[in-house]
């Protein structure tokens, strides 16, 4: 079995896979303090917990974007199964072609996503992540990875707007009774829920103008299903396409020394 770690800036996603198969996911939130032990034991105990033994596990891929916690899991991951560890990183055999100014400072989680999305769904595509960011990213119709946009995500853009004012508190993201909001808590519901559709439509419309042509419009993350429900730009969502990416690159390299 592969176990797949995709660390963000606020929560870790964890896949296991028997072949193709994705047999297991967790989410838990992300630590940077988090020792190496700590790594550890946070990882076999949720495995344990759910009847998966360590000597199950015949690889590992990770794509990170917290430096501090890749550093754990490179150390840590040879001695959670047996197998190659993979780690997304420049240099990392991924089968798609950059075509940015600079390759090296695109995420991880980025190019995995765009993998995912040209061997699940089609091309063009467009992927819209919803995590800390929402970051919108690009396959061409010849499979080339072509950048992307990224805007604040949703919990921390309402956050800002919380932090930076007196009178407004936080509020859960669940959809108001009306867009006219009829106090503050739903005003802020209205605004946060449906505007951040707007946005995902916006940015949606215009790099498919770009692409022309039919294209293909995925979302995944955490608060896809909050969101997408509001949006009329997407056509799915694969919630567990970053997973689905790591697994693809991993039996990619395996193989090599």
């Not at 998966?52 to 840590?76: E, H, K, N």
């Not at 505007?195 to 419009?217: C, N, P, S, T, Y």
Request: aromatic content about 4%; glycine content about 12%.
């Amino acid at each position: 079995m592969l176990l797949a770690i995709d660390v963000g800036n606020t929560q870790v996603a964890l896949g296991m896979f028997n072949g193709e198969d994705l047999i297991g996911h967790w989410r838990i939130s992300t630590d940077p303090d988090a020792t190496i032990d700590e790594v550890r034991w946070q990882l076999t105990g949720i495995l344990g917990a759910d009847g998966f033994a360590q000597s199950d596990i015949r690889g590992v891929a990770i794509s990170s974007v917290v430096p501090a916690i890749t550093a754990s899991l490179r150390r840590v991951a040879p001695h959670i199964g047996s197998g190659d560890v993979v780690v997304v990183e420049p240099g990392t055999r991924t089968g798609m072609s950059i075509d940015i100014d600079n390759p090296r400072e695109v995420g991880a989680d980025r190019i995995v996503n765009a993998v995912a999305a040209r061997e699940r769904h089609g091309l063009p595509a467009i992927v819209v992540d919803f995590g800390t960011s929402t970051n919108f990213d690009v396959v061409g119709k010849d499979g080339a990875y072509l950048g992307g946009s990224i805007a604040p995500g949703l919990a921390i853009a309402t956050n800002a707007l919380v932090s930076g004012t007196a009178a407004l508190r936080r509020v859960e993201f669940e959809e108001p009774r009306s867009v006219i909001g009829k106090g503050t808590v739903e005003a802020i519901q209205s605004g946060a829920l449906y505007g951040h559709a707007g946005l995902v439509d916006g940015i949606m419309e215009r790099i498919a103008a770009e692409l022309g042509g039919d294209v293909k419009r995925i979302a995944t993350g955490g608060l896809a299903p909050t969101i997408v429900p509001h949006c009329s730009s997407v056509d799915l969502i694969d919630p567990y396409l970053t997973l689905e990416g790591l697994r693809i690159i991993h039996d990619l390299n395996r193989d090599q020394p």
